[in-house]
Each structure stands twice: as C-alpha cells, then as structure tokens.
C-alpha cells in the first residue's frame, strides 16, 4: 500500500511566533493570494468539467482534448521486444522493453540529458541528437545487428494532433521548449529520417504522449486504474473517453469499423491549457508575470501555476518583488536571484523539508546556492510561502483529477500517477487527496479509504510506450483502424 502520510500536511504556523509585525502581514497578505479555499476548489472543478467537454465538442475550447487512436484496454497478455523512445523535458530515455504476456515486463534502458540549448535550438539539431543516442543504445545493446523491424514507441509529450495513431503534428510547444519549424508539423518523419542518416531504418508504430503511456501502464498491472497523471515538469492527463461522448470524431471514422458508442477512445487532455481565457483561476500578479514573460503568453495557464518548470519562479518572482518594496533582505546583494528561472521545483522541495524549528537548512541553500544571508523571521516567511505555492500547485491538480472523476461518473478505483513533482514534492500527494475529499465531501479520516486514490504509476514513458505499440500492432494485424494513416 502507498503510504500517503498524515491525514493532514503538518501546519507550521506555531512556529512564527517571534516574527515581527511587518513581515507577519506580508505573509497574510501572501496567504491570501496563494489560497485556494475548498469553495473555489469546487466552482473550479465544475467549470473544468465543462471545458473537458467543450474540448470535446466539434467547436472545441481551450482544452485541446486531444484524439490518440488508442482504442483498446490492455488484455495483460501482450508479448514481445518493443523499442520506446521518451521525450519529455528534462531527459532523453531509450528502452528496450520485454512484455511477458502475462502483466510483466522488462526493461533495460539509458537516459541521457537533455541539453539546455537544444530545447531552443534548431529542430536538426534535436532531432539528430535524438537519433545520435538511439544509435549508441542499440549499438551497445545489440552490438553488430541492423535493427529494423522492431515496433518503435515514440512518446512525445507535447501536445499533438493525432490524424492516426503513428502520427503527431505539434499544436505548440509547452514546457519552455521552442524550436522553430516544428509547431504545425508531424514529428514522426522527423524522427523517422533523422535515424534513417543514422542508418537505423525504424519506422515510429505509435507516437503516445506521456499521460496516455502512464494510463495504460497503470490499467496494464492494474485494472482499477482509470486515468493515468503527470505531476512533473509539465502537468496533464489522459483517460478513456466513450465514443458517445466525442462529438468532434464524427465523420472521421470510416463506415465500416463497427464502432460502438460505447466503445472507449484515450483521449490525452493537455489540460494545462486549462483557462486559457482566464475565467476563473484566481492568478497573482506573478502567475500573469510568467505567463507574459514566457515563449508563449496567453498558454498553458492551469499548468504554468502547478507544474514544476515553473514553481521555482514563481517563489523567485515573489522574492524579487518583496526586496523591491524592502520587506526582506535589506541591505543585501541579491542579484544571483535576478536571474528567471534559476530556481527549481527541487529549490522549493528543499525549503519544505527542512526539519528544524529555526530553519538552518533553508539558510544554507540561500548561502550556497545564491549567496544570500537570510535572516530567522525571512526564512519563515520563505518556508510558508513555499508551502503556500505547493499546497496551490496541489490543490489546483487536484480540480483537473475531480473534473475527469465526474466526467466518467467513476465512483471508485485508482489514477496513476507519475512525475517528479508527484514523486519528489513534500506533502504533495497528502494535500492533493485532503483536495480531493473537500471537492468530494469524503468523510472517511483516511486517505487510504477514500473510493478513489492516486497512486504511483507505471513507468508510461517505457511500458506504456511499449504496450501502445503491441495493441497498434495488433489492430493492424487484425485490419482495424488506427486513424488516417497517409496523408
Ligand atoms: C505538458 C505537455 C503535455 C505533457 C505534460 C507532462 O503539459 O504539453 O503533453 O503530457 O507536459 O509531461
């Protein structure tokens, strides 16, 4: 069983008795604009639901709600090598997995860094370096072999229009990636040519996003698993949608596929585009900051308040500001924090965990990191302002968890859920689910015994991958239709 902690994250607030008066009604003031209190959990959850569905429509909305071509649960038996690619932020990973045909698997893998100046560079360059570390994994792997027929998992994770299963034309890079050429185009040739000058003929089968591959990894070890999460650099979801629920597939499925309504879709949400249009997500002036500031404004709001890429900037704005207005840091020299996004989620994780009543951690890492003496009463108001940005992150991920809950009427079961906020941030998963039981009115004292959870997921990046591939494979085996395949 996953151990969720505490019924509730630890309140600190004991500890800011010798706090001065100033410093006190900045923290209030912060407290204010970072809270999202269990009325507003339940308007915002509401008004999700309602845009889950607009994306769904034919007219659409902010939410891409995007069409995967995965139309079938996995059966436990899937068998065979697959080879899965994964990129998604920070890392670049090659596998090769083994699927046992009886919910098993192996896997054997290399993950290589994603350089910085690739994620903004040209898309040769990223593409080629893609294909440079395939070609090292096989070689290593299988030294002296010409692989090419073997099912390639490409996971992609940005958001995608899928004309068919093997193929993703990218709506608009998130996650501060932005490289020209590419927005507008389908990734998979440029995959597909870019190992072919490698002399690795491998052609993608099935181009999954993260959330998808975490949904059918999950539901693959576990039946009970209905939506598959990512809490990480980025934040999103996937789950199976019914056909009679997606108006906008009308027209796109030939006449002689047999599909029932009730028949199931994936459907990779990018709800990260989430009140694009600014409806109802209470934003700070920081939130409008970033978002202004980023390669694309007006993008990607929900997940521009939750997701690790930017957790560690908001603190860092908030930061800036309250030593431009000289309520903390007098006198210092703060320009290493001048410098966006040179604070990560893992600055913040850190702030969080520090055990002692006096904070000497939090003073250390603004000493060794930065170069800035930080005093009692500033760390603990930097201590509650990274609760307060995490407890936000958590407790707004958990609105986008309850919409799709009430979406799919699902009244008992699990998510999956992965990502290194989910997996790393302290209290994270405690607060998501305290989140979860306000929006639902679940009494029961422990999370464990709430009717749904969210639990660790399956590696979906690799797995998932993995078994996308088996089941595209199959449908072609079997003649049934995994999209528009040519354009
Ligand atoms: C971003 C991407 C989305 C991905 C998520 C988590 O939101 O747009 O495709 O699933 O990050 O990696």
Same mark, same amino acid.
């Given at each position: 069983m996953v151990n969720l902690g505490p019924r509730k994250p630890p309140s600190r607030k004991?500890?800011?008795?010798?706090?001065p008066k100033d410093l006190l009604h900045t923290i209030s003031i912060l407290e204010k604009k970072f809270t999202v209190d269990k009325e507003m959990l339940k308007k915002i959850t509401d008004h999700f639901v309602e845009e889950l569905r607009k994306?769904?429509?034919?007219?659409?909305?902010?939410?891409?709600?995007?069409?995967?071509?995965?139309?079938?649960?996995p059966t436990g038996k899937e068998k065979g090598a697959y080879l899965a690619l994964?990129?998604?932020?920070?890392?670049?990973?090659?596998a090769e997995i083994t699927l046992d045909g009886n919910r098993g698997f192996d896997v054997t893998q290399s993950k290589y860094l994603m350089p910085k100046n690739l994620k903004v560079g040209s898309k040769d360059d990223l593409f080629d370096y893609i294909a440079d570390c395939v +070609?090292? &994994?096989?070689?290593?792997?299988?030294p002296g072999e010409t692989?090419?027929?073997?099912?390639?998992?490409?996971t992609f994770s940005y958001p995608c229009t899928q004309p068919a299963i093997n193929r993703g034309i990218l709506q608009t890079w998130t996650k501060g990636f932005d490289i020209d050429d590419v927005e507008g185009h389908d990734v998979a040739p440029m995959l597909e040519s870019a190992l072919r000058k490698k002399g690795l003929p491998i052609s993608v089968t099935a181009l999954i996003n993260d959330t998808t591959g975490t949904l059918v990894a999950s539901n693959y070890v576990d039946p009970q698993t209905k939506m598959g999460l990512i809490f990480g650099t980025g934040c999103n979801a996937a789950y199976y949608?019914?056909?009679?629920?997606?108006?906008?597939?009308e027209g796109l499925l030939p006449n002689d596929q047999n599909i029932s309504?009730?028949?199931?879709?994936?459907?990779?949400?990018?709800? +990260?585009? &989430?009140?694009n249009e600014h409806k109802i997500l209470p934003r700070t002036e920081w939130d409008i900051s970033i978002d202004n500031e980023s390669p694309r404004p007006g993008q990607q709001c929900f997940e521009k308040m939750i997701s690790g890429y930017y957790l560690g900037e908001i603190l860092r704005k908030v930061l800036c500001d309250l030593y431009d207005e000289e309520t903390i840091f007098e006198g210092r020299n703060i320009e290493s924090l001048r410098k966006p996004y040179s604070l990560d989620a893992s600055f913040l994780s850190q702030i969080e965990e520090d055990p002692w009543e006096n904070l000497t951690e939090v003073e250390s890492l603004f000493l060794n990191k930065l170069g800035i003496f930080v005093t009692e009463s500033e760390r603990k108001l930097i201590r509650r302002l990274a609760e307060l940005i995490g407890t936000r992150s958590a407790r707004l991920s958990a609105c986008g968890v309850a919409a799709i809950i009430k979406q799919i009427d699902m009244q008992s079961g699990h998510c999956g859920a992965d990502g290194s906020v989910f997996n790393k941030y302290p209290h994270f998963k405690a607060r998501m689910a305290e989140a979860l039981s306000e929006i639902f009115e679940w009494s029961s004292k422990s999370y464990k015994s709430h009717p749904i959870t969210v639990i660790p997921a399956e590696d979906g990046s690799g797995v998932g991958a993995a078994l996308i591939a088996a089941l595209t494979v199959n449908r072609i085996e079997q003649g049934k239709y995994i999209g528009q395949r040519e354009v």
């Open positions: 004991g500890s800011m008795a010798d706090v994306g769904l429509s034919k007219e659409g909305g902010s939410i891409p709600m995007n069409v995967t071509w995965v139309m079938d649960w994964d990129m998604g932020g920070t890392n670049f990973r090659v +070609g090292k &994994f096989l070689s290593s792997s299988h692989i090419k027929n073997i099912s390639l998992g490409f949608e019914r056909f009679c629920n997606i108006p906008k597939l309504p009730n028949d199931y879709m994936a459907i990779n949400c990018e709800w +990260g585009a &989430f009140d």
